[in-house]
């Protein structure tokens, strides 16, 4: 390695790379295998962090082999119990996945892409290693992001993914978008954040069905029962009054969307974006088995979402 990307890999965020393409610019980073920036013709569409910084709120990671919280960190499967890392020691839950902050390593970059791949390993609390691997791409039709996890283990695994991007309307407090989440049930938490129900949407703070102004409303919410678009995939559309907005697209893959108003940010960062996750389970997913993917040996998982701006 050369002196200067020596001096990049030291960086928070490690390693970064540029993709560009047609007005649309990302900086994809090592450390969270995530999306640092990401701008179209230098109007910022996520909410990003600086190069010196560490990704605050897991802005732009990777959530992998589950998203969300368990609760204690415990849960079975297959006959065996588990116990992970109490990685939010505040809530006593494990939050996130095993590789948010972990290293990704360089496959392939073109000018307009770039693939990184990690290989979690075995480890007490999730004993099964699988092969990530993530190529973002930019182009005409926004930044995206195809996920294939590979189950590199002798015995199936419990297994979920998440997203985490802050999206932003440049010049739009937050209280001012129009937010639309195609849902018609969300998940009710305790005040661990943690499920201990569901119910419709309908007729609440949180029906954002046809979509309406966010307002004061605070979120740290699951949607689910997302009504697709006619090729299966769903969307979280943000718009501005004066209709400059941002889509979040996702594939079958992902039936899941959360939605966080960032209120429990620093101060700098404080209901200065939305955090729009496509998720492929629900929090607590490997408690309930509520749409865990079970990864046979050798089989591969694949999932695709993206960014655009409308």
């Known amino acids: 390695m050369d002196t200067a990307a020596a001096q990049r890999s030291l960086a928070p965020s490690g390693t970064q790379w540029t993709i560009a393409s047609g007005g649309h610019e990302a900086v994809i980073v090592e450390v969270g295998g995530g999306v640092r920036s990401y701008t179209v013709d230098g109007r910022d569409v996520v909410a990003g962090y600086a190069e010196h910084e560490r990704a605050v709120g897991s802005a732009g990671h990777v959530l992998a082999p589950w998203p969300n919280r368990i609760r204690d960190g415990q849960y079975a499967f297959a006959g065996a119990h588990f116990q992970l890392p109490l990685t939010e020691p505040e809530r006593h839950n494990a939050i996130h996945g095993l590789v948010n902050w972990s290293r990704w390593s360089l496959v392939d970059a073109t000018p307009e892409s770039v693939t990184l791949e990690h290989d979690l390993v075995s480890q007490p609390g999730y004993p099964w290693p699988l092969r990530l691997r993530t190529t973002w791409s930019v182009g ?29 309307v440049p010049g739009v407090p937050v209280d001012d978008l129009h937010l639309r989440v195609p849902a018609r049930s969300r998940v009710l938490v305790d005040a661990r954040l943690l499920p ?33 678009d006619a090729d299966g995939g769903t969307q979280v559309v943000v718009t ?71």
């Open 140 to 168: 005409d039709g926004g930044l995206r992001a195809t996920h294939q996890v590979t189950n590199a283990g002798d015995t199936a695994a419990p297994f979920g993914l998440a997203t985490h991007p802050y999206v932003v």
């Open 196 to 228: 201990i129900g569901g119910g419709p949407v309908a007729g609440t703070e949180y029906d954002f069905t046809e979509g309406r102004r966010l307002g004061s409303t605070v979120l740290d919410t699951a949607f689910g029962e997302v009504d697709a």
């Open 240 to 310: 501005a009054p004066d209709g400059r907005g941002v889509a979040v697209w996702a594939d079958a893959s992902f039936t899941w969307w959360q939605v966080y108003s960032s209120d429990t940010l620093p101060a700098d960062r404080f209901r200065k974006a939305l955090a729009i996750e496509p998720m492929t389970c629900p929090p607590d997913a490997f408690r309930s088995g509520r749409d865990v993917v079970v990864l046979e040996p050798g089989s591969t998982w694949q999932g695709t979402w993206g960014i655009r701006t409308i």
